[in-house]
């Protein structure tokens, strides 16, 4: 699941690594693309076949440090948070993402507010 997967790839950055591999899921591609798309993983690649099949995502760096810092999950396997998208507000004061499950998709904060958009926080 996505948790895993974000756990992965901050622990992977603090170790310096330049990639990490995880097991294939669509939630886990939509997350790695969405963290692609704003600038937080250098590469992403769905590899092999069924049922064997893995993702490889490249890791990116500023100035020799990892670039996602910090990770919070709002949303665990037992207790979903909905939030609205009048309620969603800036992210460390604009620094920060928040990802939402939506109907459209995937997607960051700023893109739920523009399409005004709400859904499950993760």
Not at 13 to 33: G, I, L, P, Y
Not at 55 to 79: D, H, M, Q, W
Not at 81 to 101: D, E
């Amino acid at each position: 699941m996505y948790i895993d997967l974000l756990t992965k790839i901050k622990n992977a950055q603090q170790a310096k690594k330049e990639s990490v591999k995880t097991h294939f899921s669509a939630m886990d591609e939509n997350v790695a693309e969405l963290l692609l798309r704003a600038g937080y993983v250098a590469g992403v690649q769905k590899k092999g076949r069924n049922p064997k099949r893995v993702l490889e995502i490249a890791l990116k760096y500023e100035n020799g440090a990892g670039v996602i810092r910090g990770i919070k999950f709002v949303s665990t396997p037992s207790r979903s948070i909905y939030i609205g998208y009048r309620a969603l507000r800036p992210v460390k004061q604009g620094y920060g993402s928040l990802v939402l499950s939506t109907s459209d998709g995937i997607l960051l904060d700023r893109e739920a507010r523009k399409k005004k958009i709400g859904g499950v926080a993760l």
